[in-house]
């Protein structure tokens, strides 16, 4: 695989070509799944939850997350690197651009940041400054315990237009890439064909330019509830090279995320 840059993104976008994301949070899973042509590699605050063993992301801090980002970094081979910014990071724009600076120093090439369209101005100063962002809507994990648990978002009419209007004020800010977590479809669907920029879903039904997914939910190893949009790919695999790779192939075909997985 050729290196995977934000210009691959949207080249792929425009050609309408789905694009596959994984999660990995060391370097011999980054480099299986830049193996497997995974485009591109997110060391998610999630790993608070499926290393750590927390409920929630939150209690993930940023020398954790940059410790992990460093072990992807040496993995990764062309994969594109997107990094989860910890909660609180977006308390003020100050906070924001020194977690972002950290982030960028241990190797990421993509931060991702929760929040809605009052993530304008940060989202604004981080891009001036030449730190590329992915805005992450819909389902805000590091937002659990004000949204009431793990839900769909966007179902009502007036939820679903936000979403697409927080999404269009943060791309006008300068956000890369958009990514939705559980929603609807059909809202999926509408913030695609509504922005230029990529957007990559998980839960967000088969029409998103790029779909992710956390690794230890492809290997079926997922503890306690599984969500209605994870796939155990290594039920079709003989390893764990094979079940990236499956999901990588499903993806790229736009057999994954099928409707069984959708809201
Ligand atoms: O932290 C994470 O793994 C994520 C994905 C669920 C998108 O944000």
Not at 102 to 114: D, H, P, T
Request: glycine content about 10%; hydrophobic content about 40%; overall charge negative.
């Amino acid at each position: 695989m050729k290196t995977v840059t934000l210009s691959t993104l949207k080249a792929l976008k425009r050609a309408g070509e789905p694009f596959s994301c994984l999660t990995a949070y060391d370097a011999t899973f980054a480099r299986t799944a830049g193996d497997a042509g995974i485009e591109v590699l997110l060391v998610g605050d999630s790993l608070g939850m499926v290393l750590q063993g927390h409920a929630s992301t939150l209690p993930v801090t940023l020398d954790e997350i940059c410790y992990h980002t460093r072990s992807v970094a040496r993995g990764k081979g062309a994969s594109l690197l997107m990094v989860d910014l910890p909660f609180m990071s977006n308390a003020s724009t100050e906070c924001l651009l020194r977690d972002a600076g950290e982030l960028m120093r241990a190797g990421a090439e993509l931060v991702k940041v929760e929040g809605e369209a009052w993530m304008a101005d940060g989202i604004r100063e981080l891009t001036r400054r030449g730190v590329p962002v992915c805005a992450h809507l819909g389902l805000t994990p590091q937002s659990v315990y004000q949204l009431g648990g793990y839900k769909v978002q966007g179902r009502e009419a007036e939820q679903a237009t936000r979403i697409l209007e927080d999404a269009r004020a943060l791309v006008e800010a300068g956000a890369s890439v958009i990514l939705l977590e559980c929603v609807p479809a059909s809202l999926g669907r509408a913030v695609s064909e509504a922005l230029e920029v990529p957007v990559i879903g998980i839960g967000a039904g088969p029409d998103t330019d790029g779909q992710i997914l956390v690794m230890h939910d492809v290997l079926g190893i997922t503890h306690g509830r599984t969500p209605r949009f994870v796939k155990n790919f290594m039920t079709e695999a003989d390893d764990i090279p094979g079940a990236f790779h499956r999901y990588h192939e499903d993806v790229k075909a736009r057999r994954f995320p099928a409707q069984e997985h959708c809201f």
